[in-house]
Structures are given as C-alpha cells and as structure tokens.
C-alpha cells in the first residue's frame, strides 16, 4: 500500500511524427490516417486497409504515435545523466515494417537515403519539453514509404524511435516532410 503522505513524480516519453506530401510543383497532395481498426489489422494481419470513415480517413497531414524503443529509453537516461551517448543525427525512411532495433527495408537511394537532421528544443505542454527534428525529402525516384526512424549515426547506430505507417506512395519530384517530436510528460 502507498504511503499518502508520499511525493511521486511518473515522467512519460511519447513520440509524434507529422507527414506532409507535395508534388512537383508543391501542392499538398493527401495521406491516408489510419485509426485504430487501421492499427490492429496492420499489427495483427500486416495489411493497410484503406477505407475512408471505416480504417481511417484522408487529411493534408498525417499525425501517428511513434515506438520509442528500449535503446532510446537507454540513450535518454543516459542523455539526462550526463553519461555518454551519440545523440540523435539522422532520419531515415523505408518500405517495411521496422524492428526494434533498425528500419526493415531502408531506402538508400532516389532522395530517400538516410539524411542529418539537428534536433532542436520545442514546446508541446511546458516549455523546451520536447525535441523536434525535421528533414524533407525531395525524391528522384518512386517508393512506397510505409516506415520512418531517427538514428544516431549515418549508417547503423542505434534507433532510438520508430514508426510504420499506411503506405505513402512517392514518385520523382514529391517532397515528404516528416517532423518527428520526442516530447518528455509529466504523468
């Protein structure tokens, strides 16, 4: 039994990635949002679903909820002590379903290779609680974009978050923003 005379502080990682896709010529060009039938047909049958009011809907932007993975969990902690740790350099995308531990198909060619980013401070609830980095990516080829990561290297190193989605289809000349939040909650 808890002691109610006793302070308890619960702090939560929570990740969130935006994606915006333009043509050629920089109209917004519309991404299918999953919802939570979308999810459990995803995870439990890998497939995507698309049925507009059904799996989700069609919006501008595309908002999801990333996996902050074990190795993240280990390089924030590690972050906040002071310990050494690479920070966070580089976002990458594919064409599978990523692991827990690496992007399953990376794309490494066609405007889609792996790219530096410079996370910078942002506020989602209280000031400076949340890292954003942001990358665009301008293609010179077609892909089917179903994942996207952030890493702390240019090849390899750790992944510390991750996220499949419904698939984003990209040919040459689409540019996909991706904004990918690590926000730090008090609970």
């Known amino acids: 039994m808890e002691n109610k005379n006793s302070i308890k502080q619960e702090v939560g990682v929570k990740g969130i990635v935006r ?8 109209n917004i060009k519309k991404l299918f949002q999953g919802n939570g039938i979308w999810e459990f047909l995803h995870k439990n049958l890998n497939l995507d679903l698309r049925v507009s009011g059904i799996t989700g809907s069609w919006t501008e932007q595309e908002v999801v ?3 902050i993975t ?3 969990l280990a390089l924030i902690a590690k972050r906040l002590g ?3 740790a690479d920070p966070i350099t580089h976002m990458g995308i594919g064409t599978g379903t990523p692991t827990a531990t690496a992007l399953q198909s990376e794309i490494s060619s066609g405007g889609g290779s792996r790219a530096a980013v410079t996370p910078a401070s942002a506020t989602t609830t209280a000031t400076d609680d949340t890292i954003r980095s ?3 990516f301008t293609f010179t080829g077609s892909f089917a974009i179903t994942e996207e990561g952030l890493f702390n290297a240019a090849s390899s190193g750790t992944m510390p978050c991750s996220r499949s989605f419904s ?7 689409d540019s996909l923003q991706i904004t990918h939040d690590i926000v730090m909650t008090a609970v």
């Open 65 to 67: 909820y990333n996996t």
């Open 134 to 136: 942001v990358k665009t």
């Open 167 to 173: 698939v984003i289809n990209v040919s040459s000349g």
């Open 82 to 84: 002071g310990v050494t």
């Open 19 to 26: 994606m915006q896709l333009r043509d050629k010529d920089g």
């Open 70 to 72: 074990n190795t993240g």
